[in-house]
C-alpha cells in the first residue's frame, strides 16, 4: 500500500468511527464507479450521507475542505446518482465532508478532525463555512 494509500485509510477510518459513535450504520466504503468515488455511504436517521473524506498531513498548504473543488464535488454526486440508481434512493441524500488531519511522523496519528455536515448540495454549490 502506498503512503497515500496509507494516509487515505486512516482518514476513512477514523471518519468511519466517528459516523459509527454518532450512530450513524456505515453502508458502503470506496464505493467506486467509472464516473467517480464516494469515501463513505452511512445511514443517520431519515438521511443517506455521502461522505468525502480528505486527509492532509499537518501544514500542508491547502486544506481538505478546500481540495474539494466543484470538478471534485461534479464527481461525487455522479457518484452518489449511479449509486441511486443501483439501490434505489429511499433516504434523503446529505453531502458532507469530514477533515482529517494527520501528523508527520514516520507512524502518523489523527491530530485534527471537523466534521462538515450538509457541506454542498446537488448543484455542487458550498451550503456552508
Request: proline letters at 2%; aromatic letters at 10%.
Amino acid at each position: 500500500m502506498t503512503d497515500k494509500a496509507k494516509k487515505g485509510k486512516l482518514g476513512e477510518d477514523y471518519t468511519a468511527d466517528f459516523l459509527i459513535k454518532k450512530h450513524c450504520t456505515i453502508i458502503a466504503r470506496n464505493f467506486r464507479r467509472p464516473c467517480g468515488e464516494i469515501d463513505i455511504i452511512a445511514q443517520s436517521g431519515d438521511k443517506l450521507l455521502i461522505v468525502e473524506v480528505k486527509t492532509r498531513r499537518q501544514g500542508s498548504l491547502v486544506s481538505g475542505v478546500d481540495a474539494v473543488d466543484y470538478r471534485k464535488k461534479a464527481r461525487i454526486i455522479a457518484a452518489a446518482e449511479c449509486y441511486f440508481a443501483e439501490f434505489g434512493l429511499e433516504l434523503q441524500p446529505r453531502y458532507d465532508i469530514a477533515e482529517v488531519v494527520i501528523s508527520r511522523d514516520s507512524d502518523p496519528k489523527v491530530i485534527d478532525f471537523e466534521y462538515y455536515k450538509d457541506a454542498f448540495d446537488t448543484t455542487g454549490f458550498q451550503t456552508q463555512f
